[in-house]
């Protein structure tokens, strides 16, 4: 539930929960938002060991998004997203990685992109798809250069 709405780990420290988890089901004992921050964290090694094994051994090609932008805190942002088909010929889409960056500079961009290419073991790229940013010109040229001298251009 706390996945599935993106609710705070503190929800379950709440009194309309803790008087509904007491009426509902009396003998359910409600775990500390601790235990909760624990779960949460296991499941998602446990899904992210799933989804590198499924582009280690099923899946043949991968394509990308890519979009920064920064927050009203002024506070840059990266999100990498993967599209690829698995063995059974449907597709998926899995966020890859959202994280903080330096900059919008194209060098930093193709960096990170990068980075968590390696990170994830993406050997085969189909296609990268950006936005009509002037950064995205020089992060590409960047990937495109490191993807071609390691052979996973397609």
Request: glycine fraction near 4%; charged fraction near 25%.
């Amino acid at each position: 539930m706390i996945i599935k709405d993106e609710l705070p780990f503190r929800f379950v420290e709440r009194d309309g929960f803790k008087k509904f988890c007491e009426v509902s089901m009396p003998e359910f004992k409600i775990p500390s938002r601790f235990t909760i921050v624990k779960d949460c964290y296991s499941l998602f090694v446990a899904e992210k060991k799933k989804l590198f094994d499924i582009f280690a051994s099923q899946c043949q090609r991968v394509s990308l998004t890519t979009d920064t932008w920064t927050s009203i805190q002024n506070v840059s942002y990266l999100c990498l997203t993967a599209h690829f088909i698995d063995s059974n010929w449907r597709m998926h889409k899995r966020f890859l990685n959202f994280c903080v960056i330096k900059s919008h500079k194209g060098l930093n961009i193709g960096n990170v992109v990068d980075f968590c290419m390696e990170e994830w073991g993406l050997k085969n790229v189909m296609c990268i798809t950006v936005d009509n940013a002037t950064s995205n010109d020089k992060a590409l040229t960047q990937l495109k250069k490191k993807l071609i001298k390691r052979g996973a251009l397609v």
